[in-house]
């Protein structure tokens, strides 16, 4: 059998044993174009790093980060004399992305508005892209009296929560998922749209903190290193980056992660927790 028809036969067993809902598989990696702020760059980041390990050895990303509401889409959108939206539609106009990830931060009067002008101008160049959302974390875990928010235990239950995961899950399910990317996607029928459940990695990590589950030593607050938070705003440590990124591998590039060797120079086995992160993220949202 010569070497073409052997490398079709592949080629058609690889399409015949796909799951339809999964994300794009490809050994070679793909390009990513990644547009966010600090709770969304960590994770591109670790993507990066932890893609190239797990043998993608053509992952390319081009990371456009900016801090706080200015990370949004709408904002990157808005402003549209910014060398940062010029970067953005530089990168989609070169017509070779395969990935568009954008975070979940949005306008609360039109929560689509943002993600919508990008997809748009996406797909002029891009008609087979692929959209994702990274579900960021509440912020201020123990709150802000400048902004006067309040603790997370007192947030969620001003909100008739009994828990802020309890409060984050309904975030997802009734904001993100039912009134932005249900509707994205009946805006956009051909379009390949999923999240990724980027948050639970913060809030699972802190629950365990807090019950004393982790085989490390890690404070709640403090050095990156040795920390859920390493400030009040509850910007992530390194612990949370790498569970994080984990996620997204396994969201982006379906990695088994149980048999991902990736070492996080943690005791406590974060690719488990991880997997069950994502083994537990909404089936019609992967």
């Known amino acids: 059998m010569n ?17 339809d809902n999964s994300a794009p598989e490809t050994s070679l990696g793909s390009n990513m174009l990644l547009i966010g702020n600090s709770f969304f760059r960590p994770y591109a980041e670790k993507l990066d790093e932890m893609a190239i390990d797990a043998g993608f050895v053509n992952h390319n990303s081009t990371i456009v980060n900016r801090g706080g509401e200015n990370g949004r889409a709408i904002n990157f959108w808005n402003d ?50 692929t959209v994702f959302i990274s579900l960021a974390p509440f912020d201020f875990p123990n709150g802000d009296l400048d902004s006067n928010r309040p603790d997370w235990d007192t947030f969620a239950a001003e909100n008739n929560f009994s828990s802020i995961q309890e409060m984050f899950n309904a975030y997802i399910n009734d904001i993100v998922h039912n009134e932005i990317v249900d509707q994205l996607r009946i805006e956009f029928p051909s379009t390949r749209i999923f999240t990724i459940p980027t948050g639970w990695a913060t809030f699972n990590l802190y629950q365990m903190q807090i019950d004393g589950l982790l085989l490390d030593q890690i404070d709640m607050f403090g050095s990156s290193a040795s920390s859920i938070f390493v400030d009040s705003k509850g910007h992530q440590g390194d612990i949370v980056k790498k569970t994080g990124g984990l996620v997204w591998l396994n969201s982006i590039y379906n990695v088994d992660l149980s048999a991902f060797n990736y070492q996080t120079g943690f005791n406590t086995d974060l690719h488990e927790i991880a997997k069950q992160i994502t083994d537990s993220h909404d089936s019609n949202y992967k």
């Open 3 to 19: 070497t073409i028809l052997k490398f079709m036969i592949v080629l058609l067993l690889s399409s015949c044993t796909k799951d």
């Open 80 to 129: 549209s004399t910014s060398e940062e939206h010029n970067l953005i539609k530089l990168n989609l106009d070169q017509g070779n992305v395969d990935f568009f990830g954008m975070t979940s931060g949005h306008d609360s009067n039109n929560r689509i508005e943002g993600f919508k002008a990008w997809i748009e101008y996406a797909l002029q160049n891009n008609p087979n892209i």
